[in-house]
């Protein structure tokens, strides 16, 4: 299985309403990364968490970590239509590869 | 200002063809990287280059063979392609080689038939 894995694979919600997205990993890591990815788009990154840090806010973005639970949350608040899209979570592996690991990814669908 | 571009957009060719997809990036990053995308959004990275030297190379048939002339640019050349080589390829940037924030372009949608 992957190293990132994203939970719940799909997600529809009302606009307006929030929107959790779920992370686990397998190894430890350096720091953890969510992509955002609209429709026939390339990856874009929303925000990045180091292993010694448990919480960060970007705008209406809040992700959490767990380093001991090896998990990570994004929460997208009062979302919009404009949030639909695929989001990533992709971690850097302490293990010196020196490169990032990407989960499959949550398709979210905010409702108008 | 496109800060990494991809050509192709599209590209749709036959089996046992040769294809390049080229790969440019304006933000005066080290590191480029080619990515698989499959049908299922599972991304895969392919190559790694930082200053224009091989730094990662996965499990990857060795009909793909990545070029970088110089640290902007990293191309991607297919030979004979293969009906399961169809997905989407993008290209990225980092600033330096290592776990940092990647600037991807838009995507090159390969279809073999």
């Known amino acids: 299985s992957q190293q990132g894995e994203e939970d719940p694979q799909a997600l529809s919600i009302q606009e307006g309403e929030n929107a959790t997205m779920n992370c686990s990993y397998k190894?430890?890591?350096?720091?953890l990364q969510w992509y955002r990815q609209n429709s026939g788009r390339g990856l874009v990154h929303l925000i990045l968490?180091?292993?010694?840090?448990r919480e960060k806010h970007s705008g209406r973005l809040r992700v959490t970590l767990d380093t001991s639970k090896k998990s990570s949350s994004l929460l997208i608040t009062a979302s919009r239509a404009a949030d639909t899209a695929s989001y990533f979570c992709?971690?850097?592996?302490?293990?010196?590869?020196?490169?990032?690991?990407f989960g499959s990814g949550t398709r979210l669908q905010v409702q108008p | 200002d496109t800060a990494v571009s991809q050509t192709p957009k599209y590209l749709v060719t036959q089996m046992g063809n040769d294809k390049s997809i080229k790969c440019e990036q304006n933000?005066?990053?080290?590191?480029m990287y080619w990515y698989k995308q499959d049908s299922k959004k599972f991304l895969k990275i392919m190559f790694s280059?930082?200053?224009?030297?091989?730094?990662i190379n996965e499990t990857v048939p060795n009909r793909f063979s990545p070029k970088s002339p110089d640290k902007a640019h990293l191309n991607l050349h297919i030979n004979s392609l293969e009906l399961g080589d169809s997905a989407v390829y993008f290209c990225?940037?980092?600033?330096?080689?290592?776990?940092?924030?990647?600037?991807f372009g838009p995507g090159t949608r390969l279809t073999v038939t």
């Open positions: 992709a971690t850097d592996m302490d293990t010196g590869r020196r490169a990032l690991t």
């Open positions: 990225a940037s980092s600033r330096v080689q290592g776990g940092y924030e990647q600037y």
């Open positions: 968490i180091r292993s010694n840090e």
């Open positions: 933000l005066g990053h080290d590191t």
């Open positions: 280059y930082n200053n224009k030297e091989l730094i």
């Open positions: 190894t430890s890591i350096n720091n």
